[in-house]
């Protein structure tokens, strides 16, 4: 590993700058990204992946097992494929079945345990699970290229190129469970384990591992193999709404772990005095695979297939001038702050360029984006010195006017049928007096106005006003986790609850977001990842995958 | 449903914390004491006297242990400042609101509670938390009563709404 370079505090972009929701909803996936971190420690323990179970019918409804020993221990994703009539495929969440159903295992499951998770895997939340069982997902077809893929093949054929480059992956996940979801595991139970101490690293495991079965089914349906490239293309689709929102929020610690560890990378690599040729090189490079990655982005919704027009544009003139930056003192740090001049879409690409090729210089900091013990926060004795520090950390929510209608219109709740976060119009809907606490600058703004003029001890006040209990707790909570607060007012009318689940996405290693609506979009994951007898040979240059065909 | 011990259901700590979350909240306390309550409250359920404790403290809503055990321990530590706080031993609910905070908790030799930051000691958690099925539906009907009534609006916002699923 490089010698550490300290980067100074100045060089840290502010949280008031940083955890706003349009930057958040402009983020990227980097190699800090939990994806890319995963098979960095699968490949350096070059994992083997066996199939010890593919009991399928010829038209691939059955069900498989693949193992793995992986930081000592053994896991194994149990996968069902079903025959789904056309009529019951949905993505939405009220869907009661699916075309396939995954459990991720803890071991190699017996045939009593394969039969306990055939039958109640597909029932997914209706279905009762155990300790054994540490994730559960399920995955629909893409109809179209799924169909495709397998007539070609049956046909002698490897399927057409741009079919998978547009569509990009073989079936599409409508949930990733983890962490005790109808009785699984908790995450507690396995956070220690190498390999796992990462956020979401099971869920992310059991993604990859996903899509090499989705691949397999393609073949077995269609009596040949594959291409590898077009494998290695094909990852796994996603479709998230509303229920990833409020994690960000009920997750403070996590968020200013996550996002520490991104600004550090950058601090890092912007604190680089002179770059050495082959990293010119490679920094050109990236910027070159940027533009044809923004190339092959596109989406259906017009708003949104202008914004990456734009970016396109944008990033082209950026492109050509970075070979200007690159022979300068500290050329990294000069050549984020003319970003500065950009649009935030520009400026977090940049961010996640350059931090890539400096893997010895940032990789140890995925080591830190857990949250192994909880909220350590500080005591604050008197409220005077919370009436200050509210003052210092929360002026970005003082600043807001909730006197205006329009800066409370939007509820957050949790359904009834699902029990899923929503978000509701307080005016024009049911149910705003149940509202899920996601309105956390209102509630500071709140407890501020009622701290009272004479000094008295926090806890009486909180004796005497119980409802300012959360309030207090984020105040306390926000002078060591300063990245762990969306500084944007999560009730107005203009949040968009997209920007938070792109910055979430981001961090899992999301790329080709295709918003749908402000609400809910379509992603890709493990597009350009290395395949399982991949691991062994660059398995980690896969950012922002460009499909060659 | 998972067999577990005679009577009793098997469920994931997070499951428990999570509806006696909504549940505490439903009977009318604060978000911030719902939360602490809940985390307490899953441990405690793995005592004996557990389920009877928590029963209580939802009865003694708006007041009672689910209010004052928080603000107790709030005190504490406001109090002593920094270093190894000592605290009183009680039963499994008061122990669970200790061993729910992120610090390291020993009992003393005269049979008090020391709690102190140890970043490498990691919070213990029962792998399954046992509870009667009539408890269960009990507080499932508590957290119920934060749940809200989906509109045709939120119907036609949701991820996957408005596609042709078969593409």
């Known amino acids: ?549 | 449903m998972v067999a577990g011990v005679s009577g009793m259901n098997g469920y994931s700590f997070t499951e428990v914390e999570g509806v006696l979350t909504k549940a505490a909240r439903g009977s009318g306390a604060g978000v911030a004491h719902a939360a602490r309550f809940a985390k307490a409250a899953a441990l405690a359920l793995a005592s004996d006297e557990g389920a009877d404790l928590v029963k209580a403290a939802f009865a003694d809503l708006p007041n009672g242990v689910i209010r004052d055990h928080a603000i107790c321990i709030q005190r504490y530590l406001a109090d002593a400042g920094k270093g190894t706080v000592i605290l009183p031993n009680g039963d499994a609910l008061w122990v669970g609101y200790i061993d729910s905070l992120p610090y390291k908790s020993v009992e003393t030799p005269t049979g008090e509670i020391a709690v102190y930051i140890d970043v490498f000691a990691k919070p213990v958690r029962p792998p399954r938390v046992f509870i009667s099925d009539e408890n269960m539906a009990k507080w499932q009907a508590l957290a119920a009563k934060t749940y809200v009534p989906e509109t045709e609006q939120s119907r036609l916002g949701g991820a996957g709404a408005g596609l042709n699923d078969n593409d």
């Open chain 1, 1 to 549: 590993m490089n010698a550490f370079v300290a980067p100074t505090p100045a060089l840290l972009r502010s949280p008031s700058l940083v955890m706003r929701l349009s930057r958040m909803g402009s983020m990227f996936p980097s190699r800090l990204s939990f994806l890319r971190s995963l098979m960095r420690r699968l490949a350096a323990e070059k994992v083997k992946v066996t199939r010890p179970v593919w009991e399928m019918s010829d038209d691939g409804f059955g069900r498989a097992v693949y193992s793995l020993d992986f930081g000592g221990h053994t896991y194994s994703l149990v996968a069902i494929s079903t025959d789904l009539p056309p009529e019951m495929r949905t993505d939405r969440v009220i869907a009661e079945a699916w075309d396939s159903a995954y459990v991720l295992y803890d071991g190699v499951p017996d045939a009593a345990e394969l039969d306990r998770i055939t039958a109640n895997a597909p029932r997914q939340e209706s279905g009762r699970f155990t300790e054994r069982d540490l994730v559960l997902s399920r995955a629909n077809k893409s109809v179209r290229l799924f169909s495709h893929v397998t007539e070609r093949l049956q046909a002698g054929q490897q399927p057409d190129t741009d079919m998978i480059r547009n569509v990009g992956y073989l079936m599409r996940t409508t949930a990733v469970y983890g962490n005790g979801k109808f009785g699984i595991a908790d995450r507690r139970l396995i956070a220690d384990r190498p390999g796992l101490e990462g956020p979401f690293a099971a869920e992310m495991l059991t993604v990859w591992l996903i899509r090499n079965f989705t691949h397999d089914l393609a073949e077995h349906v269609g009596g040949a193999p594959l291409d590898d490239h077009l494998k290695r293309h094909l990852g796994v689709g996603n479709s998230t709404g509303l229920g990833m929102a409020p994690f960000l929020v009920t997750h403070p610690v996590l968020l200013n772990n996550w996002m520490l560890a991104r600004e550090t990378a950058l601090a890092r690599v912007r604190a680089i005095p002179e770059l050495q040729p082959p990293q010119k090189v490679r920094i050109l490079e990236l910027a070159k695979r940027a533009t044809q990655h923004l190339v092959q982005w596109d989406v259906p919704d017009v708003e949104h297939q202008r914004r990456i027009e734009k970016l396109r544009t944008d990033w082209t003139g950026v492109e050509a001038s970075i070979q200007l930056y690159l022979n300068q003192a500290y050329p990294l740090d000069k050549l984020m702050a003319v970003m500065s001049q950009r649009s935030e879409d520009v400026q977090e690409l940049m961010v996640s360029l350059l931090i890539e090729p400096f893997g010895d210089l940032v990789d140890d900091l995925c080591e830190t984006m857990g949250d192994a013990i909880g909220p350590l926060s500080s005591v604050i004795k008197d409220t005077d010195t919370l009436r200050v520090l509210i003052e210092q950390y929360f002026s970005w929510a003082m600043e807001i006017d909730f006197s205006a209608p329009t800066e409370h219109q939007q509820f957050w709740y949790v359904s009834e049928a699902k029990q899923e976060p929503r978000l509701g119009d307080r005016y024009l809907e049911p149910g705003s007096e149940l509202e899920s606490p996601l309105d956390i600058a209102r509630r500071i703004v709140s407890l501020y106005e009622a701290l009272p003029l004479q000094n008295q001890s926090v806890v009486d006040f909180s004796r005497e006003v119980s409802c300012h209990g959360l309030a207090i707790e984020r105040a306390q909570l926000v002078m060591r986790y300063q990245y762990g607060e969306i500084q944007d007012n999560l009730v107005g009318v203009g949040c968009l609850p997209i920007d938070m689940l792109r910055c979430k996405l981001s961090f899992f290693g999301a790329s080709k977001f295709d918003p749908k609506s402000d609400r809910w979009t379509r992603i890709t994951m493990c597009q350009g990842a290395p395949l399982i007898g991949e691991l062994d040979k660059g398995a980690d240059d896969w950012w922002l995958p460009v499909f060659q065909a």
